[in-house]
């Protein structure tokens, strides 16, 4: 089994900064793509910034230039640096990461998720 566990979400002022992360623990032989997800209330879930094994990104167009995704291999971590941030990134953000698991084949595990307020 595979378990994720994300922190550093909170409530911030708009144009303030939070940095997210999401470690993995577990019977991992590797990690493949680490993404981050985010859900407002009243809407879909939506890809935020995604990290690959090469360290290839991508982000939403709402997040460009504001978000920075990376990755510490030695550390099965994933993090998301949150910059100026505004109250329409209000949400809970969650980490999904697909590995091959020991035993198990290839998987995607999902974080418990962050709640990120962005508000005066």
């Known amino acids: 089994q595979v378990q994720l566990v994300e922190s550093g979400g909170g409530l911030v002022q708009p144009g303030g900064s939070l940095r997210l992360s999401c470690a993995a623990s577990?019977?991992?032989?590797?990690?493949?793509?680490m993404d981050w997800y985010r859900q407002a209330p009243g809407k879909q879930r939506e890809l935020v910034a995604g990290?690959?094994?090469?360290?290839?990104?991508n982000y939403a167009d709402s997040v460009k230039g504001r978000f920075t995704v990376s990755r510490d291999n030695a550390k099965n971590t994933v993090y998301l640096q949150m910059n100026d941030l505004k109250p329409e990134d209000t949400a809970v953000y969650y980490c999904?990461?697909?590995?091959?698991?020991?035993?198990?084949?290839?998987?995607?595990?999902w974080g418990q998720g962050t709640q990120v307020t962005v508000s005066s």
């Open positions: 577990g019977r991992i032989f590797s990690i493949d793509n």
């Open positions: 990290i690959s094994s090469g360290g290839t990104t």
């Open positions: 999904n990461i697909r590995l091959w698991e020991v035993g198990n084949g290839y998987r995607a595990y």
